[in-house]
Structure formats: structure tokens, C-alpha cells
């Protein structure tokens, strides 16, 4: 009785632990304002001296305005986050505004340490995401102002603009540092590029269809 009481315990601190830090880690003090300059590599940013703070580490301006979406894709991501806000840093929330063409797409991507809620404001939107394997199950919607929509952390998710007019949307995200793996850009714009042999594998097309999309301009549309 005693070892199953012990072998209980242990899986629960085990569970209790791994709920813990599925997320950015609480903070310890009100703010740590991030040291942006430090050449000190840490799991997140380190602390400037809580004395020395200001507005302006908890401030960002310009959100208001449109970005440019004269490129390929027809979108514009405009990140706030750790980077552009200090006073983020411990507080385990960013944001983002996504600026969209007609038809414009923010295409298939992850957030690896997030989950994002995102709000249109003007347009409409088809978005979606798939669930990870062996279902692969595609979640769509199409959205319009005022409507909501979440994509779960770690999920490969899009939206496309499916109107004849431009589109905005304010993305909230689960960390002050989400991260964004673009699909198409990781698996055929890296550096150095993948195997041809492990792409056409994967894939099961042609080496030539590897070698021309390896050739393509991977357009990133995050600032």
C-alpha cells in the first residue's frame, strides 16, 4: 500500500510539473523589464533593474497603422512582442496585427510555444487549422468583423482573405516570444537546403517539383 501511495504521488507531481511549464513560466516579481542588449543566452530575457523602469518598456506605438502588403503573399504580420515591448518579458502574452490584400494569405504556419485568439476588424476571412496525426482534421470558418476564432498551440493554421477589399486582424498570443515556423519555408527554404531524396520521399512527387520549389523565393510576411 505504501509503494502505490508513493507511485500515486510521484505520477501526480510528475502531471503537476508538466502542466506547469506547458506555458511560459509565472513571473516572481511584478515586471522583469527585458535586457535586450545582454550578450547572456537564458530561457527567456534577462531582468533590468526594476528602479530603472519606465513607460515606455511597457509601451508601443503604431499599431493603428496599415502595413504593406505589395508582396507575394499579400499580407503583412506586425509582431508585438518581447522585442518591442520589454515590460513583456514573464508576462506570457504578445500580440500582432495582420494586415491582408484581396486575397491575401497568411499561409499555412505554427506557433510553437502559443496559442492565438484572433478578432477580424475589417473583411472577411476564411481561416483554419489541422489537428496533429493520424486524424489531420481541417477546422475551417469563415470570419467577419467582430468574430473570433482560436487556433490551439502548436497547430499549423492559415487565413485567407476572401474579400474583395483589404483586411485586418489583432492576434493575441500565450507568450511573449510565440516563435513562427512557416511551413512552405521551412521544408523548402531552408538553410542549408533539405535532401532532395528526403523531400521527394516525403512528398512522393518528381525531383524536379523539389527542385523548382527549392529554387522559389520563400516571401517572410513577419515584421
Not at 29 to 42: E, H, I, R
Not at 84 to 112: E, F, K, V, W
Not at 168 to 173: E, G, K, S
Request: with cysteine.
Amino acid at each position: 500500500m505504501t509503494g502505490t501511495y508513493y507511485f500515486v504521488t510521484m505520477a501526480v507531481l510528475v502531471l503537476t510539473s508538466t502542466l506547469v511549464y506547458a506555458s511560459d513560466p509565472s513571473p516572481l516579481q511584478d515586471f522583469c523589464v527585458a535586457a535586450n542588449d545582454s550578450t547572456v543566452f537564458v530561457n527567456g530575457k534577462l531582468c533590468n533593474d526594476p528602479e530603472l523602469a519606465t513607460a515606455d518598456d511597457f509601451f508601443f506605438s503604431g499599431l493603428l497603422t496599415p502595413r504593406n502588403t505589395s508582396n507575394p503573399l499579400g499580407s503583412n504580420v506586425t509582431a508585438v512582442n518581447v522585442v518591442q515591448i520589454p515590460g513583456l518579458n514573464t508576462l506570457g502574452i504578445s500580440l500582432a496585427r495582420i494586415d491582408y490584400a484581396p486575397y491575401g494569405l497568411n499561409p499555412p504556419h505554427t506557433h510553437p510555444r502559443a496559442t492565438e485568439i484572433l478578432v477580424v476588424l475589417e473583411g472577411s476571412l476564411y481561416v483554419g487549422f489541422v489537428t496533429s496525426n493520424p486524424d489531420n482534421r481541417l477546422f475551417t470558418k469563415v470570419l467577419y468583423p467582430g468574430d473570433v476564432f482560436v487556433f490551439p498551440v502548436g497547430l499549423i493554421h492559415f487565413q485567407f482573405n476572401v474579400g474583395k477589399t483589404n483586411a485586418v486582424a489583432i492576434a493575441a498570443l500565450s507568450s511573449q516570444n510565440p516563435g513562427v515556423i512557416t511551413i512552405a519555408n521551412a521544408v523548402f527554404g531552408s538553410n542549408p537546403k533539405i535532401s532532395t531524396d528526403v523531400l521527394t520521399k516525403a512528398f512522393q512527387v518528381d525531383k524536379k517539383v523539389v527542385d523548382y520549389l527549392q529554387a522559389q523565393f520563400w516571401w517572410n510576411n513577419n515584421n
